[in-house]
């Protein structure tokens, strides 16, 4: 992985906080894959605070956001695209620096509300599938068949939910054409995937439910369409962060 889209990474920024930063500033990323073998990542530049990765008049092609996020950012820079990301990695961060992956390496990727926009947007798209194209090369509850059920009626709502927001078909991740096609897939993974909200819980940190789950139930709400259960699992989620977060002050 790293040799396929390293080289065009050179003159990336990565935002990186406390031991990470020093670790990664030292290091580099040591990424341990088993689809793509070992390597070390060293990116171009390692800095703590978006202040500090503009600071030497570096300017950036990209600022790669999360869904839900971006309308803060329109509004100030309306003349700037805008890529909204969803990425879905089976990989872990053990220690500060050290990164275990898999075999999935997912990014869907798409401009910000481009019928707004003020720059040329069949220009941007390309330049988006170009980075798009550089970078291609679970929780495990699936025994359970009642969690399995859980999660296929989670994709079902945020699907239904891009959908009407979007107001076209999705395109699944990895080319699958419903739900059950990507719950069958992940049930054939070699290993379990440790996704990032479950490793912010087993440090009891906190997690980032609010990109994940309570954006788009905010949208999925402003667009009139129903989604109970990512409802249920948000207001469950934030129920023991704040319990666990709350302790660790006593």
Known sequence: MPGAWMSVAKRMS????GRTYEAVKKDGFHINSLAFGDEVYRPHNVVRTVAEAVADGEIYDFVINGIGIEDPY??????NPIVSTVAY???SQPSSGTINHGVVTLLDMGLFSPKAANYDVSSVAARVEELGEMWRGQWQMLDSAECKALIRSLMVEII?????????KLVYL???EKPDDIINNTDML???VTPSMLMDFRAK?????AVIL????ELAKRYGVEVPHLETVYALLTMVENRYLTQSKL
Request: net charge positive; glycine share 10%.
């Open 14 to 17: 990565r935002l990186c906080a």
């Open 74 to 79: 329109a509004a100030r820079y309306p003349n």
């Open 89 to 91: 990695l089976d990989s």
């Open 160 to 168: 239904k939910a891009g959908e009407t927001v979007t107001g076209s």
């Open 174 to 176: 990895g080319g699958f």
């Open 190 to 192: 070699p290993k379990p």
């Open 205 to 209: 940190r906190p997690m980032e439910h």
């Open 214 to 217: 309570r954006n788009p139930i």
